[in-house]
């Protein structure tokens, strides 16, 4: 590996993960609400091949500066886009909260029934 810091790619998705929940929760009981779209993500990465009992392949982010010192044969791009959903119902995620008591969702599920 290059001298640069060693980020591994799940890291950086954990790392967006956590900024999120993170902001929700701060933004709870807040009037403003965003709800969160589609999240693009654009890596460059060097892929290893590790030995031993535990091998395997792993996708590691180089920052600008190391993609410009690592060989073309090692540095790849890697896109994806995720979109995230509130893990307790699986909507979509909102940054932000209803105040208590609100009622704005009340009876919608059977309101046609």
């Known amino acids: 590996m290059s001298d640069f810091e060693e980020i591994e790619l799940s890291a950086a998705v954990r790392a967006v993960r956590e900024q999120l929940a993170l902001a929700a929760a701060e933004g ?18 060097e892929i290893h091949r590790e030995a031993g009992v535990k091998g395997g392949v792993k996708a590691w982010v180089v ?27 699986g909507h979509d995620l909102e940054i932000g909260n209803t105040p208590d008591g609100g009622t704005a969702h009340f009876g919608a599920a059977g309101a046609g029934s």
Do not use: C, Y
């Open 63 to 89: 920052s600008a500066d190391a993609e410009a010192k690592a060989s073309r044969g090692t540095t790849h791009r890697v896109s994806f886009t995720l979109t995230p959903k509130d893990g307790a119902t």
């Open 28 to 45: 709870a009981g807040s009037p403003v609400r965003f709800q969160v779209g589609p999240i693009q993500m654009d890596f460059a990465v």
